[in-house]
């Protein structure tokens, strides 16, 4: 199987994250980036987009999920975001990062990344 890559970067989405309780009253932004695998030799033969990972559709629902959320910890996030995408989709390899800018000052962001599934 080709190893081929899907990506969707800096996914900027409002949710619910962390642990204290001025976290908890408002929305923040978390950034998301996610690879996928995806063989794309039958795609790129055809010029179809049946043929593919329909990265508008992989975006749209992690939006959503993301969006009505509430999560304390960032890994949780990047663990549901996985699964989702892994059944939903039927990716068998990805790689979630999720960005909470400005949760430590003096750092640009932070954050968790963890990949899951089989790797070809």
Known sequence: MARDIIYVHDLRVETI???????RRAKQLVS???EMAVDIR???ASDAIEDTLDYKA???TVIRFVEES???LVETLAERVAALVM???QVPWLRVRVNKPGAIRG???VGVVIE???AS
Not at 17 to 23: D, H, Q, R, T, V
């Open 42 to 44: 039958r795609a790129a």
């Open 116 to 118: 899951r599934g089989a």
């Open 58 to 60: 992989v975006a749209k």
């Open 32 to 34: 998301l980036d996610l």
């Open 107 to 109: 750092a640009r962001d």
């Open 17 to 23: 994250i962390g642990i204290f309780e001025w976290e």
């Open 87 to 89: 059944e939903r989709f």
């Open 70 to 72: 509430r999560f304390q």
